[in-house]
Nanobody, 123 residues
C-alpha cells in the first residue's frame, strides 16, 4: 500500500489547513488509519486516528477540539481538518494505515506510512 499525503503549507496562527491522504489500494478501507507528526528535534507523535468504518476516532490531547479526522472509503482517503492552528503544530505530518480495523496511538500498530507533508504555522 502506498500513501500520498497532501495539503500541507504555511499559515498564520489561528488559521486552518486540511490534509488529505490517499491510499493506493482499497485494502486500506478495511483498516484503521492515523496521522502522526514530527517536529524538528522531536520524536514522532500521535495526532489522530480513525477506525475502518469511520465510527471511532482518537485524538491527542494537544489537538482535541481543534482537529477533525474523517475518511471516505470509496476514495481510499483520510482527511485531517486542522483549525485554530498554533505554532506548536508546526511539523511534518504523516498518514499511516493500521494493522487492524481500529486506529491506535501506538506507531508500531501501523503497517504503511506516507512520505509526509510539511505544516508550518507562524505566530
Amino acid at each position: 500500500v502506498q500513501l500520498q499525503a497532501s495539503g500541507g503549507g504555511s499559515v498564520q496562527a489561528g488559521g486552518s489547513l486540511r490534509l488529505s491522504c490517499v491510499a493506493s489500494r482499497r485494502t486500506a478501507s478495511n483498516n484503521g488509519m492515523g496521522w502522526f507528526r514530527q517536529a524538528p528535534g522531536k520524536e514522532r507523535e500521535f495526532v489522530s486516528a480513525i477506525s475502518w468504518k469511520g465510527t471511532d476516532t482518537l485524538y491527542s490531547d494537544s489537538v482535541k477540539g481543534r482537529f477533525i479526522i474523517s475518511r471516505d472509503n470509496a476514495k481510499n482517503m483520510v482527511d485531517l481538518q486542522m483549525n485554530s492552528l498554533e505554532p506548536e503544530d508546526t511539523a511534518i505530518y504523516y498518514c499511516a494505515v493500521g494493522r487492524g480495523n481500529y486506529g491506535s496511538r501506538d506507531p508500531s500498530m501501523y503497517a504503511y506510512w506516507g512520505q509526509g507533508t510539511q505544516v508550518t504555522v507562524s505566530s
